[in-house]
């Protein structure tokens, strides 16, 4: 279950002093990105890094990566078994993502990582990984409506726990392009705590323009990049072997960066009758839109109808998400994910229940529900798609359903 809260993670840590400085970053959109930007440039540039990122897609300890490499299971479950071991002797009660935490950390300590890039499991005030103490840079990305029964009912509310990663003498990033709202809970923050702060977007890093044409950026990507760029160089002068280091020299190299579920172009012939298909985690309202504007502008040719494989995870604002992707005509299977590893709360929502759902948002061609497996589903949708687009969306646990079906077909 989730219990937010710092109390139970210090005890797990409390005898395991953190040797590696950190990049924190919060948010509702995006962390995930800037997070693989800021880990492979720091990694380019010569510094020994690790990133943490939630939810895991495939193996539980994909979510944590040594210097762009996922770590090995031996080691993960190694130092697991150690975190769990303290746990149930001191009697801590951790939930499972306060256990993975501590995990990280203490592999990034065993690793001896000189920094660790860190996004925020949900919110920050509370969040597990607040436990940091040793931050060069804290970053708020995009901030959006998700989680409203742990974070609040409005988004200002939801700002408030977000923005509590900032803390006194930290430089901090934040997004620019978010909300007013958003933007001023963040600066009255910023202010309580007399700290530095930059508020960026791409229209004031026009320095950067060349290489958003160059890595073929979506305009969110482009702003996540933004953040990336301004963390790094607020981190630069405490990290020595980046210390005479240009950044631009550094930013061809992103186009090396795939982040898995993301605009992710997938060839899923190992499965289904199908070559190319588009995979996208988008799980809220904020993301859906994003991911509605880049399918009507670069899928929708001709009229042609886009057909959807879609799931999404129980208690989610269903209109808020789907409403924004899915336009009259369209042909959409509604699928449901199966059991998410160390995440026993999270359910998908009942097929059938979503095809109805989704009927009342849009006059759609054509709803079909597949309960259970997913691969049915992917063939109905590929039959129905012919030569027009697919698009498997709605869900991060449905990207790993899918990335996890794919590959033991491709073994």
């Known amino acids: 279950m989730i219990e937010l809260g710092l109390s139970r993670v210090a005890s797990l840590l409390q005898q395991t002093p953190l040797t590696w400085k950190a990049i924190h970053i919060a948010g509702t959109n995006g962390k995930g990105s800037i997070s693989a930007y800021l880990s492979h440039l720091l990694a380019t540039g010569g510094v020994r890094c690790g990133r943490f990122t939630s939810p895991h897609l495939i193996d539980r300890w994909d979510c944590i990566t040594i210097g762009e490499k996922v770590v090995q299971e031996s080691l993960f479950r190694r130092i697991e078994d150690q975190v769990k071991l303290r ?12 256990l993975l935490t501590a995990t990280a950390f203490e592999i990034f300590n065993h690793e001896r990582v000189d920094v660790g890039v860190v996004e925020v499991g949900m919110g920050g005030r509370l969040d597990a990984t607040n436990i940091l103490n040793n931050v060069l840079v804290s970053v708020i990305a995009k901030i959006g409506m998700d989680h409203q029964a742990f974070l609040g009912s409005t988004i200002g509310e939801i700002a408030r726990e977000k923005a509590g990663i900032l803390k006194p003498g930290v430089p901090c990033v934040v997004d620019n392009t978010n909300d007013p709202e958003v933007l001023e809970t963040v600066k009255r923050h910023v202010q309580e705590l007399g700290i530095e702060s930059s508020f960026v977007s791409p229209t004031q890093c026009p320095t950067l323009t060349p290489y958003f044409r160059d890595l073929d950026l979506e305009p969110h990507q482009q702003q996540n990049l933004c953040c990336a760029v301004s963390a790094f160089n607020l981190a630069v002068p405490h990290l020595s072997p980046l210390a005479k280091t240009d950044v631009f020299s550094l ?12 605009l992710q172009t997938l060839d899923l012939s190992p499965l289904i009758d199908r070559t190319n298909t588009l995979l996208d985690g988008a799980h809220n309202a904020q993301s859906a839109e994003v991911l509605g504007q880049y399918v009507d502008r670069r899928l929708r040719f001709e009229g042609k109808p886009v057909t959807w494989v879609v799931a999404a995870s129980s208690g989610k604002d269903l209109a808020g998400v789907f409403g924004s992707i899915i336009r009259p005509g369209d042909r959409v299977a509604t699928a449901e994910f199966g059991p998410v590893d160390g995440m026993p709360w999270v359910q ?3 097929a059938t229940e979503l095809a109805s759902a989704i009927q009342a948002i849009q006059d759609i061609g054509k709803v079909q529900s597949f309960e259970g497996d997913l691969l049915p589903a992917l063939d109905w949708a590929s039959n129905e798609a012919q030569d027009g687009p697919l698009v498997i969306a709605g869900s991060l646990y449905l990207v790993s359903d899918v990335l996890r079906l794919l590959r033991e077909a491709q073994k």
């Open 348 to 350: 998908s929502t009942n």
């Open 251 to 262: 930013l061809p190299n992103l186009a090396n960066v795939h982040w898995p579920g993301r």
């Open 87 to 98: 746990d149930q002797t001191l009697g801590i009660g951790a939930s499972e993502f306060e």
